[in-house]
């Protein structure tokens, strides 16, 4: 197979961007170039995740130019899963703004902002150094400060604001942070640097840049304490870009964690990541907390993000094999099943008109396939077995007993109690109950919306259920993480 192929989960979604706008005032070839776009990236996706499988790591050297000095993209087992499991949740997204999105917005880029958003994450995800790391940062952000205005309401420009200048503050950092590594060790090249990095032993100046890293990556991931921006940011924008961010933004950032610190950074794990599991047990605390605060439903889902990036950075923390390999699985729950709440969030906005939850009840009783549907979800994102949660949480707890952090295993698992407390809140105050239904749309309108929800349902009933089909390629992402030597000889070739 001609390795040419792993550039095109980048490609495919950024010449689809540009060419949506050149057709920005013809609503039906927006929707239909986007819809192909993504359908045709989804079946790239699944013959990599395929390939992979089959034959292992395979990488690009772009132009030519040999690693380490060259662009390379690198499809691992975890890389190209992430990125099939995010073709996926555009594809849903998008079928839900094809009924939200009206020509209004639509002709001011509204799809092309999301092919270029795709075109970030997936490069973000493949990319094999550090420098096109933050170019692909850079494409996803750009993308996504177009996305949390469009429609230009008041808190939408009010957390842009805010959202930009945090960002900006984040990139500033995020080239620093690569000049000093620069500086240190003469390369970029992420499987290069696994190898300066190991070469320099541990030194205070590698410890204190891993750091800088840890803060740029945690701004992304919404980790305590970097998380401030997060609950405002995503709740000014629509459901559907709000379960683009939800699901991918943060995802990326956790991504980028897990890749150095399992890859570059591993010369004083008992600093490194002991530090990170602390981080990741407190950004728990405060997500659970949030999101048993609040009375708005979209809040407590934003907090309940929090919560996920916790679970997954503690599992990545235990440099285990069931640790590793359940963050692996997690991640992968946790973006299907966040995009799939912030739909249903969306559904129940267009039904009542708010998220307030004391401002409706009873919605069960008028559309009982919209109830239930949440009420399956939120047991999934508790965790409840043999929903898609389950088994990557308790592989995450497991790893985190056999390293002896026993008080922090112990607080992860306590999190599926309160997080499954936060959402049955929703599902009790929301659903059951008195009748009150502020009518926005006929029942027949909103009902055209399930299928996208339906879809991820779907999905993450698979992941859940399927757990047998699926843990081979889980097993195989994992061991990538646990053995940075598998991913050095794929892109060296030594």
């Given at each position: 197979?001609?390795?040419?192929?792993?550039?095109?989960?980048?490609?495919?979604?950024?010449?689809?961007?540009?060419?949506?706008?050149?057709?920005?005032?013809?609503?039906?070839?927006?929707?239909?170039?986007?819809?192909?776009?993504?359908?045709?990236?989804?079946?790239?996706?699944?013959?990599?995740?395929?390939?992979?499988?089959?034959?292992?790591?395979?990488?690009?050297?772009?132009?030519?130019?040999?690693?380490?000095?060259?662009?390379?993209?690198?499809?691992?087992?975890?890389?190209?899963?992430?990125?099939?499991?995010?073709?996926i949740i555009v594809f849903a997204c998008l079928l839900f703004?094809?009924?939200?999105?009206?020509?209004?917005?639509?002709?001011?880029?509204?799809?092309?902002?999301?092919?270029?958003?795709?075109?970030?994450?997936?490069?973000?995800?493949?990319?094999?150094?550090?420098?096109?790391?933050?170019?692909?940062?850079?494409?996803?952000?750009?993308?996504?400060?177009?996305?949390?205005?469009?429609?230009?309401?008041?808190?939408?420009?009010?957390?842009?604001?805010?959202?930009?200048?945090?960002?900006?503050?984040?990139?500033?950092?995020?080239?620093?942070?690569?000049?000093?590594?620069?500086?240190?060790?003469?390369?970029?090249?992420?499987?290069?640097?696994?190898?300066?990095?190991?070469?320099?032993?541990?030194?205070?100046?590698?410890?204190?840049?891993?750091?800088?890293?840890?803060?740029?990556?945690?701004?992304?991931?919404?980790?305590?304490?970097?998380?401030?921006?997060?609950?405002?940011?995503?709740?000014?924008?629509?459901?559907?870009?709000?379960?683009?961010?939800?699901?991918?933004?943060?995802?990326?950032?956790?991504?980028?964690?897990?890749?150095?610190?399992?890859?570059?950074?591993?010369?004083?794990?008992?600093?490194?990541?002991?530090?990170?599991?602390?981080?990741?047990?407190?950004?728990?605390?405060?997500?659970?907390?949030?999101?048993?605060?609040?009375?708005?439903?979209?809040?407590?889902?934003?907090?309940?993000?929090?919560?996920?990036?916790?679970?997954?950075?503690?599992?990545?923390?235990?440099?285990?094999?069931?640790?590793?390999?359940?963050?692996?699985?997690?991640?992968?729950?946790?973006?299907?099943?966040?995009?799939?709440?912030?739909?249903?969030?969306?559904?129940?906005?267009?039904?009542?008109?708010?998220?307030?939850?004391?401002?409706?009840?009873?919605?069960?009783?008028?559309?009982?396939?919209?109830?239930?549907?949440?009420?399956?979800?939120?047991?999934?994102?508790?965790?409840?077995?043999?929903?898609?949660?389950?088994?990557?949480?308790?592989?995450?707890?497991?790893?985190?007993?056999?390293?002896?952090?026993?008080?922090?295993?112990?607080a992860v698992l306590l999190s599926s109690l309160l997080v499954?407390?936060?959402?049955?809140?929703?599902?009790?105050?929301?659903?059951?109950?008195?009748?009150?239904?502020?009518?926005?749309?006929?029942?027949?309108?909103?009902?055209?919306?399930?299928?996208?929800?339906?879809?991820?349902?779907?999905?993450?009933?698979?992941?859940?259920?399927?757990?047998?089909?699926?843990?081979?390629?889980?097993?195989?992402?994992?061991?990538?993480?646990?053995?940075?030597?598998?991913?050095?000889?794929?892109?060296?070739?030594?």
């Amino acid at each position: 197979m001609n390795n040419n192929i792993i550039i095109l989960p980048i490609i495919i979604p950024m010449i689809t961007a540009v060419l949506l706008i050149f057709f920005n005032k013809q609503e039906k070839v927006q929707k239909y170039l986007s819809a192909v776009s993504s359908v045709i990236n989804i079946g790239i996706s699944v013959f990599l995740v395929h390939y992979v499988h089959t034959n292992g790591i395979i990488s690009l050297e772009v132009g030519d130019w040999k690693a380490p000095f060259g662009i390379v993209l690198v499809a691992d087992m975890y890389a190209i899963l992430l990125v099939l499991t995010a073709n996926i949740i555009v594809f849903a997204c998008l079928l839900f703004s094809y009924k939200i999105v009206d020509y209004n917005r639509s002709k001011f880029f509204y799809y092309s902002g999301v092919m270029f958003l795709l075109t970030g994450v997936s490069g973000a995800f493949l990319t094999g150094d550090l420098f096109n790391l933050f170019v692909f940062y850079e494409v996803m952000l750009m993308s996504s400060y177009f996305l949390i205005v469009h429609g230009n309401s008041k808190p939408q420009l009010r957390e842009t604001i805010k959202y930009i200048l945090v960002n900006v503050i984040s990139s500033a950092l995020f080239v620093i942070s690569v000049a000093f590594l620069y500086a240190v060790t003469g390369t970029l090249n992420m499987a290069d640097l696994s190898l300066r990095v190991a070469e320099l032993g541990s030194s205070g100046i590698i410890a204190a840049i891993s750091i800088m890293y840890l803060i740029v990556f945690g701004l992304k991931g919404a980790i305590f304490p970097l998380f401030f921006w997060m609950p405002g940011s995503y709740q000014a924008p629509p459901a559907a870009v709000t379960a683009l961010f939800g699901a991918l933004l943060t995802k990326v950032g956790v991504y980028s964690i897990t890749r150095v610190f399992t890859l570059i950074f591993l010369q004083d794990i008992a600093f490194t990541h002991t530090f990170i599991a602390w981080l990741a047990v407190l950004t728990i605390i405060f997500g659970v907390i949030g999101a048993i605060s609040f009375s708005d439903i979209k809040q407590i889902v934003i907090y309940n993000i929090l919560t996920g990036v916790g679970v997954i950075l503690f599992g990545v923390s235990t440099m285990t094999e069931s640790g590793l390999e359940g963050s692996v699985y997690y991640m992968i729950h946790d973006m299907i099943i966040k995009g799939l709440l912030f739909l249903l969030v969306g559904i129940v906005f267009s039904i009542t008109g708010t998220t307030n939850l004391d401002k409706f009840s009873g919605l069960i009783k008028k559309y009982p396939t919209l109830g239930w549907m949440f009420f399956i979800a939120a047991l999934a994102l508790a965790g409840i077995p043999p929903l898609s949660g389950f088994i990557g949480k308790l592989k995450i707890v497991q790893g985190g007993f056999e390293q002896g952090e026993f008080v922090l295993a112990f607080a992860v698992l306590l999190s599926s109690l309160l997080v499954l407390y936060s959402v049955m809140k929703i599902f009790i105050n929301g659903f059951w109950g008195e009748e009150k239904i502020p009518q926005v749309r006929k029942t027949s309108q909103v009902k055209s919306l399930y299928v996208p929800a339906v879809f991820l349902l779907a999905l993450s009933l698979f992941y859940g259920l399927g757990t047998e089909f699926i843990s081979s390629y889980i097993k195989q992402a994992e061991q990538v993480l646990l053995s940075p030597d598998l991913y050095i000889e794929a892109v060296l070739k030594e």
